[in-house]
């Protein structure tokens, strides 16, 4: 295995567009969410979701986190929300951990 080669795998684990999984505590059900799909997309089936712009700057769809780790892509939260990490826009922004808790 090349240098190379060894950067490429760690870039991958760093590679927080992968899928992850979410879990709807209230509901009590968890969804896997796929690279291809937005949060939003996914929570819609299990359960209706206020939503305006799905681009991340309405914050129509801004939800609580229980457990997990955002990562962050709208522009509707400050950074101080960012920081608390406790709210995330459900139709941009993802997971950095496997699995995302929200309390819907
Ligand atoms: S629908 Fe507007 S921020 Fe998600």
Redesign the pocket.
């Given at each position: 295995m090349s240098a190379s080669s060894e950067q490429v795998e760690g870039a991958a684990d760093l590679d927080v567009r992968g899928p992850f999984t979410v879990v709807l505590r209230r509901s009590g059900t968890s969804r896997p969410v796929p690279a291809d799909r937005s949060l939003?997309e996914v929570v819609e089936e299990v359960l209706p979701v206020p939503?305006?712009?799905?681009?991340?700057?309405?914050?129509?769809?801004?939800s609580t986190v229980l457990e997990g780790v955002v990562d962050y892509r709208?522009t509707?939260l400050s950074p101080r929300a960012k920081a608390k990490g406790a709210r995330i826009?459900?139709?941009?922004d993802r997971s950095v951990t496997p699995e995302l808790v929200l309390d819907l």
């Open positions: 939003l939503f305006t712009c799905r681009e991340g700057t309405c914050g129509s769809c801004v709208n509707v826009a459900l139709c941009v």
